[in-house]
C-alpha cells in the first residue's frame, strides 16, 4: 500500500512538472498560433476573392457561415466561402469566392490527403482555375482529373452545394 | 570526449536508427514523401529524442523501476507537444504537411527505445549525445529516401523539377514506393557491410 501511495506521488510530480512546461509553452506560443492562423485564413480569401478589399464573417451559432465582400469603395461584391467534401482518401477543405450574381471567381484547397500524383493535383492550378467564371449551374460541367475523378466531383460538389446555400443567403442583399 | 563522439556517431552508421535498428519506420514510410517533410519531420524527432533522454537520464534515480513506462512516456508527450506548438506557430505549412505524424512522435519507438535501452542507464551528458546522434541518423535516413522518393515520384528535388520530360512514377510517392525504397536501402548496406567484412 505504501508503495502505491509513493509510486502515485512520483507520477504526480512528474505529471504536474510536465503540465507546468506546457502551460507556459502555450502562454509563448497561443498570440503566435492565433495571429498566424488568422494570417492563412486573409491569405485564402484574399486568394479566391482579389477584387475585394475587406471581408466580414457572418456567423449563425458562433461558427462562420461565409463571407462577405466589399470593394475599396465599400460596396458589397459577393461572398467567400469555405466547404468541405469527402474525397478519395481525405476531406478536402476549399475555400471559394463569389460574385452576387452567382458566378464563382476562384477557388483554393485549403486541406488535402488525396494519393500524390492523382487526387492531390486538385490543388493544382490547372485544375482550380476551371472554376474561375463559372455560373453555379455550370459547375456540373467542369472536367474531372484523369484518374481523379472522385477527388474532382468532390471538389465539384462541396463547392456546388455550398454556393447554392450562401447564393440564398446573400440573396436579399443588393 | 572519445566517449562522447562514440556516443554521438554510433547513431549515424553503427546503430542507425532505420537502417540497422529499423524501428520508427511508420513515421518513416508516410511523411519521406518529400525532402522537406523528411527534414521537418527528422529535426522535430531529434528535439524530442534530445529532449527526453536528458530529462529519463536525470530523473531516473527517482523514477521507481515499475512505473517507468508511463512516467517516460509523459516525459516524451510533453517534448512532443512543445514541438507541435513551436511547428504551429512558426510553420503551419510544414505542420499539416507533416499533420498526425508530429502528435505520433509520443508512440515513435526510437525515442522510447533510446530511453529504454540508454538514457535509463548512462549519465545525462551521454544520453544527451546518444540521442543527438540517434537523431541525426534518423535525419539523414530519412533525407536520402525522401530524396529518392521525391525525385522518383513526383520528378522533383527540395520541390524543384529537375528536368523536363521526365515522368514520374506514382509508385513511389504511396506508401508501397516507401517500403520498396526502405527494403532496396536495408539490403543494399547489408551487403555493402557483409563485403566489408
Not at chain 2, 39 to 49: K, N, S, W
Request: proline letters at 3%; a positive charge; glycine letters at 10%.
Amino acid at each position: 500500500m505504501r508503495e502505491m501511495t509513493r509510486y502515485g506521488l512520483i507520477l504526480a510530480i512528474i505529471c504536474a512538472a510536465a503540465s507546468a512546461s506546457l502551460a507556459g509553452m502555450n502562454s509563448l506560443t497561443r498570440d503566435r498560433i492565433a495571429a498566424q492562423a488568422k494570417a492563412e485564413e486573409e491569405e485564402g480569401l484574399k486568394a479566391v476573392f482579389p477584387e475585394a478589399a475587406d471581408f466580414k464573417p457572418v456567423k449563425s451559432k458562433e461558427k462562420v457561415v461565409y463571407y462577405q465582400a466589399y470593394g475599396r469603395d465599400g460596396g458589397f461584391l459577393g461572398a467567400a466561402f469555405k466547404a468541405r467534401g469527402k474525397g478519395y482518401s481525405s476531406v478536402i477543405e476549399v475555400i471559394a469566392g463569389m460574385k452576387k450574381d452567382g458566378t464563382i471567381t476562384a477557388i483554393k484547397i485549403l486541406n488535402q490527403n488525396e494519393t500524390p500524383g492523382l487526387g492531390n493535383r486538385v490543388a493544382e492550378p490547372e485544375f482550380r482555375e476551371r472554376f474561375s467564371n463559372k455560373r453555379i449551374v455550370d459547375l456540373n460541367g467542369i472536367q474531372a482529373i484523369t484518374g481523379a475523378t472522385i477527388s474532382s466531383k468532390a471538389v465539384i460538389n462541396a463547392v456546388k452545394v455550398k454556393a447554392n446555400q450562401v447564393k440564398e443567403l446573400i440573396g436579399d442583399e443588393k | 570526449m572519445n566517449k562522447l563522439f562514440h556516443e554521438f556517431f554510433k547513431g549515424i552508421i553503427k546503430e542507425n536508427p532505420t537502417f540497422v535498428l529499423v524501428l520508427g519506420l511508420c513515421p518513416t514510410l508516410a511523411v519521406s514523401v518529400s525532402v522537406v517533410n523528411g527534414i521537418g519531420m527528422g529535426i522535430a524527432a531529434t528535439f524530442v529524442l534530445l529532449g527526453s533522454n536528458v530529462i529519463v537520464s536525470l530523473i531516473k534515480n527517482t523514477v521507481p523501476a515499475r512505473i517507468r513506462i508511463p512516467c517516460f512516456i509523459v516525459v516524451i508527450a510533453t517534448f512532443v507537444t512543445i514541438a507541435e506548438m513551436t511547428l504551429k506557430a512558426y510553420s503551419p505549412a510544414l505542420n499539416r504537411a507533416l499533420g498526425i505524424y508530429v502528435p505520433l512522435i509520443v508512440v515513435n519507438c526510437i525515442v522510447l527505445g533510446r530511453a529504454e535501452a540508454f538514457a535509463q542507464k548512462a549519465k545525462a551528458l551521454n544520453s544527451f549525445f546518444d540521442g543527438l546522434g540517434m537523431g541525426v541518423g534518423f535525419t539523414l535516413a530519412l533525407i536520402l529516401i525522401s530524396a529518392i522518393r521525391e525525385f522518383l515520384g513526383a520528378g522533383k528535388l527540395l520541390n524543384h523539377a529537375i528536368f523536363k520530360g521526365f515522368e514520374p512514377a506514382f509508385v513511389f510517392s504511396m506508401p508501397s514506393g516507401a517500403l520498396l525504397v526502405i527494403g532496396l536501402l536495408l539490403g543494399f548496406f547489408n551487403l555493402f557491410k557483409r563485403i566489408k567484412q
